[in-house]
């Protein structure tokens, strides 16, 4: 095994991609560039962060977290979010019924008994806390691939500070693994879904809606030629999972006290417990099914307590929290300086993604040519569980080959920092329908770091002959565009009709805003260079690559495609 | 990396118009404008592209040209350490049932990787020998029903390819075992390097892997350590299943199964405890003569001396400082005794040299008054010559020896009795008034 520090050597490495969650954790390695996530010994891809000792006998994942309800004391829960950081700046709450941390000089720690009986229970701090649960997932990766496990990529929330990072490398490091690199965990996510094999390199803009189980991240990232820019971030600690459990905790505990008519179970520490662990296996099997049982044995004073609820009733109780994820995703876009048109993709990854109603509202929210990447809306999706894992093992298999300097090279801010053009570049060309209108084609879009390099076939004139190439900068803006007066007084009486319709489930002002029609249109820019290409055949197409030099200078060449010959040029660096 | 796909547009180019002129069809006219510093987050196969581009200052070209000659390259490779060894004559007349015997790796051209073959190898080389070897070839050459080659293939296949069977063979390999050097070795050779490569291949046998390796002669105490600390608590997986009996399979006699199947049992435990054994002693035989192990030993053993040895310096310095010093002190007082000596003696010396002259400045001053005719005139009476000598004699007594000296100074040389006179009479005189003589006193020389 590699001791503490140490660097094992690009040949010897075995490794893995580690998520390394509030809640819970995964691993994951490629086998053959397909990444797969690794279940423990207990069978769990998603292994609850979660660390709990009994008489001397440390528990980790899903054993430790049944715990909760019997040692609450003696388990430590929700501590990644403390890794790297002074005890001023921590949210206790989610620590409430579990081991509470306290201020140790500063450093957040835990007072746990984690010896035999009879012995002083033992202070540990965050970082001691997660080498340790670290060291359990490592060995369980280790029993699954038979070999021991040296090196991770781990991924990180896009907030994570310098501190927290150092903070979490130490961690590693202590428990014998070499990080490779922490990536931001959008870019895993995309990264998962950009290396499957039947994925094409495209140009596009991507929004990372990573919903956990205590909060939510969401990312606008620019994905050109398979480089990947986050334009906007948010994080948000008020619509997550864990109050989509409060829903179900809430609504079970008034129908308890209805029935059985006795104290508040939530009062009780023990109590509350059985029904937080009860209302999240209840919220998974919703994702699944239409309906869903609720039981616990003995909740309080020894009184039983099985229910049902359906999936309708559970998403109108938890409509607040959905309707705050959807606001909280249209705010990033807004932060990014987009629109809705111009998101592409929308990749739902975390274990609340599974919740079909937020893929459903995220459907409703972005125009029909944005794909919503969801198990409830994508029969392709990836389990948005096991993304991050999935796409941090790849690049794990990616840079495993390189000698830890070649790794801190390549991702030093001198490579990684570079300039992303303002405006698309494209060439001019003349709408179909109408020869003397001209339009913006794109060919490198907006936001893409140079040096960059684009190719587009684009038709020739209907006859053939010379043509002309324009290169120009294009600009984006929306175009909105309400619906004729004439057309609405003729529908004005069916209209009513709609409104009341309507009104049962949406304000009427949204139905005014879907009537407006909203499209995005290209803008000719200032002209950057033009070209000829002559004697071009009939229905032939031409050929344009557009190069944009780390300077900002332009190579534009185009040629007849099948033709001999064909222009080059050089346009300077402003 | 390229961009695999160029972006399709439906709408056509527009039309040359009239009278467009450019150099070369060329014409750049403006420039693009500002852009915006971001960082692209450093993931995925095209960032890592994009990295070796930027590290290497290539241009996309470039970069397509390396790329797709490194890629050529690894083709090639992987061809080239295709197994070619030249097959043995004796290999090809083997009897296939006698496959206990024959050497798996040597069968499949593999004898120079063996244990370290990997399994894409042994695939590979494999393939190689049956399109070589194939009975239907053989038939198609003319050779009917030699299939004896094939089925030693097919065998060695089958063992090599099954990892349980692999390790039972690699166990019994004998030919992967390099031998522990010869004194003669030894002394011609690399201690280390010999030593280095015997451990190295019996490393092939340890179920923990990494295994230390034995190092060179610049190894640390700790790495030394490791070695023999994981050397003699060696956990091996090798087994002699392979060397077994064939224990019979007919059913009709039990006891015979049973007896044979004991015995392979002992003899699987006996051959273990000789490896043991011999591990054991091979151990002992390379510590024996590791000089590192001397030289840590005296590196210890040298502390520990050193240490004491300080003591007893220190002890024995601070024995000749005290006797230093009391010598220096013993001198000291001699050398001031003799001084005190010298000094008692010129003392006296000088003592006596006073008195003498003193004497002699008395016969100065009683031989000026006898030069002055005792003042008389005329022959001096006796009367005179008494009161003059007395008084001399009181002067004299009166004044200390270095006024003697000066008066006998003024006095020396003078013979005119008037002369004798005045000075005796101003030593007088002076004495009275030092009030050393009293008025009237010393009158004869007043």
Partial sequence: MAETGSRPAPGDRTVIGLVFGNSNSSIAYTLDEKAEVIANEDGDRQIPTVLSYVDGDEYYGQQAKAFLVRNPKNTIAYFKEFVGQDFKSIDPTHNHASAHPHDVDGVVSFTVNDKEEAVEPSTLSVSEVTTRYLRRLITAASEYLGKTVTSAVITVPTDFTDKQKAALIKAANDADLEVLQLIAEPVAAILAYDARPEATVEDKIVVVADLGDTRSDVAVVASRGGMYTILATSHDYEFAGCHLDQVLIDHFAKEFIKKHNTTDPRENARSLAKLKLEAESTKKALSLGTNASFSIESLIEGIDFTSTINRLRYEMSARKVFEGINRLIEAVVKKADLDVLDIDEVILSGGTSHTPRIANNLAALFPESTTIVAPATCATAINPSELLARGAALQASLIQEYDAEDIDQSTHPAVSTVKHIANALGVVTLAADDASSESFTPIVPAETAVPARRVARIAGPKNGGDVLIRVVEGGAHIKVTKPEPKQKAETNGAKDEDDSDDSDDDSSDEDDEEEEKREKVWRIGNTVAEAAVRDVKKGSQVEVTLTVNADLSVIVTAREIGGKGGVRGVVKAP | ?446
């Avoid at chain 2, 073959?117 to 029903?145: C, F, M, N, S, W």
């Avoid at chain 2, 030394?224 to 087994?239: C, G, I, M, P």
């Avoid at chain 2, 151990?283 to 001396?305: P, T, W």
Wanted: charged share 40%; net charge neutral; hydrophobic share 35%.
């Fill in chain 2, 1 to 446: 990396m390229i961009m695999a796909t160029a972006t399709l547009a439906t709408q056509p180019l527009p039309v040359l118009p009239e009278g467009w002129a450019g150099e070369k069809d060329f014409n750049p006219i403006g420039s693009l404008s500002a852009a915006t510093q971001r960082t692209i987050e450093p993931v995925g196969p095209h960032f890592l592209a994009h990295a070796r581009r930027a590290r290497h200052k290539r241009t996309f070209s470039e970069d397509d040209r390396i790329q797709a000659q490194e890629a050529a390259k690894k083709v090639e490779s992987t061809n080239d350490d295709e197994i070619s060894e030249p097959e043995d004559p004796m290999d090809l007349q083997r009897d296939a049932k006698d496959w206990k015997s024959q050497d798996h790796y040597q069968v499949l051209g593999l004898s120079k990787y063996r244990y370290k073959a990997t399994e894409e190898q042994i695939k590979r080389a494999h393939r190689k020998k049956v399109l070589k070897h194939h009975p239907d070839k053989k038939a198609a050459a003319g050779v009917t029903d030699d299939d004896n080659f094939f089925k030693c293939i097919q065998k060695a296949h089958e063992v090599l390819m099954d990892p349980v069977k692999r390790r039972q063979f690699d166990s019994v390999d004998e030919k992967a075992d390099v031998d522990p050097p010869s004194k003669k070795q030894l002394a011609k050779g690399n201690y280390y390097k010999l030593w280095g490569s015997v451990f190295k291949s019996e490393g092939r046998f340890s179920k923990t892997t990494p295994v230390p390796e034995f190092g060179d002669e610049n190894a640390t105490k700790e790495q030394v350590d490791e070695f023999y600390n994981f050397w003699y608590n060696f956990d091996s997986w090798r087994t002699f299943e392979y060397l077994d009996e064939d224990v019979p399979d007919d059913n009709e006699n039990r006891d015979q199964k049973r007896h044979v199947e004991r015995k392979n049992t002992n003899a699987r435990k006996k051959k273990k405890a000789e490896d043991n054994a011999r591990l054991r002693k091979l151990l002992d035989d390379a510590s024996a003569g590791d000089e590192r192990i001397k030289k840590f030993r005296q590196e210890a053993n040298a502390a520990k001396n050193k240490r004491r040895l300080e003591k007893e310096a220190a002890e024995k310095r601070a024995l000749e400082e005290a006797k230093a010093k009391k010598e220096a002190e013993e001198r000291a007082a001699q050398e001031a005794e003799a001084a005190a000596k010298a000094e008692r003696e010129a003392q006296k010396k000088a003592k006596e040299s006073a008195k003498n002259a003193v004497k002699k400045n008395k016969r100065v001053l009683k031989g000026s008054v006898k030069e002055a005719n005792y003042f008389a005139s005329g022959a001096a009476s006796a009367a005179d010559v008494d009161a003059v000598l007395g008084d001399v004699e009181l002067v004299q007594g009166k004044i200390d020896p270095e006024e003697i000296a000066a008066l006998a100074g003024k006095l020396n040389g003078l013979t005119v009795a008037d002369e004798i006179k005045s000075v005796w009479s101003a030593e007088v005189k002076r004495l009275v008034e030092a009030g050393k003589l009293k008025e009237g006193d010393a009158k004869s020389l007043a």
